[in-house]
């Protein structure tokens, strides 16, 4: 008998320090974020990926990912824009996983879907919006989402997309561009 | 008519002004035409994509995300240490009780009671930690001691499977 196993069992343990808990917040305190910001990355991951299945799982994901690496956000005001930032990247991960098409991603899907029902029911404006954003590119939608609907300043667009900030004004602009166009239900010509 | 206001139109709209501010733009977009325009489609965006983007799913549990987001938490060093001692005691029981058998049998469903060596402040601690010591002398009676009592282990350690490491002790 060797006791060689238990003691490789126990470096493996040990090991674990190199994943050490990267935030020194107790799990009421995660969860009092997640409740605050979850639904608002939720949101922002459905308007990237379409899907509300894929938006759940995205949005579980995106805190996972943020809870161990909490400890390098070293500006708590941050967080919001860190947090869509990361939901970004896990939008973007998603769409090579499945390998969609960007003009697939926010194909309308059942009762979301522009029907002429849809419109009787003053939906129309909403159904335009969705095929306004699948027509853009993945960078250009998330950079009018974070603008319009998550009221981020043109500084926070450009840090959670890794852009200047003269480039993120420029992108949210041309991305209006067409959403005004679909609005106008002009977006075919565009 | 005043200059326009480009800069802060969005925000006017939004709310984000208040006071003289907010009372400055106003006057400027009830004058101007094209602000009054610009404004009226910046509010269309946004109750367009609101109701584009609105759901009454309920969000996934909290509970889940943070025991995914959770990492191991490691073992404490004075838990290495008393390992490192025990394992001698360890090696002394398993000569004592299965030094004679060959290793084939060795490999045979080993069952412990981990509670018997175990302290209890472990198990009455941190779930985590205390798991974490379960494993290590558990892994260490696997190789020790074959008493009756693997179930009860298994009942101890809920948050995480023993067979593996009961098969990679037993190796």
Not at chain 1, 150 to 175: F, Q
Request: net charge negative; aromatic share 4%; proline share 6%.
């Amino acid at each position: 008998v060797t006791v060689a196993p238990w003691l490789s069992i126990h470096v493996a343990l040990t090991a674990r320090d190199d994943e050490a808990p990267a935030c020194a917040l107790d799990r009421a305190s995660l969860g009092r974020i997640y409740e605050e910001h979850a639904p608002s990355v939720r949101r922002f991951l459905r308007g990237l990926l379409g899907s509300a299945a894929a938006a759940d799982d995205g949005t579980q994901e995106t805190f996972v990912r943020a809870f161990r690496k909490l400890a390098t956000l070293r500006d708590g005001q941050r967080l919001r824009p860190w947090l869509l930032g990361i939901a970004r990247l896990v939008a973007m991960e998603a769409c090579r996983a499945r390998k969609r098409l960007v003009s697939e991603v926010l194909a309308p899907e059942g009762e979301d879907g522009c029907t002429p029902e849809s419109s009787l029911l003053g939906a129309e404006a909403a159904c335009r919006a969705r095929d306004a954003l699948a027509s853009l590119s993945p960078d250009r939608r998330a950079a009018l989402l974070l603008r319009i609907d998550h009221e981020l300043s043109y500084e926070e667009i450009a840090d959670a997309m890794g852009w200047s900030t003269p480039k993120a004004k420029i992108e949210v602009h041309r991305a209006r561009v067409v959403l005004r166009a679909h609005l106008d239900g002009d977006g075919g010509a565009r | 008519v005043s200059a326009c206001p480009e800069d802060r139109l969005e925000d006017f709209v939004r709310g984000d002004l208040v006071g003289a501010e907010a009372a400055s733009v106003r006057r400027h977009v009830d004058g101007c035409a094209s602000c009054t325009g610009e404004a009226q489609w910046l509010m269309r965006e946004r109750e367009a994509l609101s109701v584009a983007l609105f759901t009454r799913d309920p969000l996934p549990p909290a509970a889940r995300v943070l025991s995914l987001a959770a990492p191991p938490r490691p073992v404490a060093s004075w838990l290495g240490v008393l390992s490192l001692a025990l394992a001698p005691v360890a090696a002394l029981v398993a000569i004592t009780f299965v030094g004679a058998r060959p290793i084939a049998e060795v490999r045979e469903p080993v069952v412990v009671d981990a509670r018997d060596v175990v302290p209890a402040c472990f198990l009455g601690g941190d779930a985590t930690e205390g798991a974490n010591a379960v494993e290590l002398a558990y892994a260490a009676c696997l190789v020790a001691s074959p008493r009756p009592g693997r179930a009860a282990a298994d009942s101890i350690v809920t948050d995480r499977p023993l067979s593996s490491l009961g098969s990679e002790a037993c190796e």
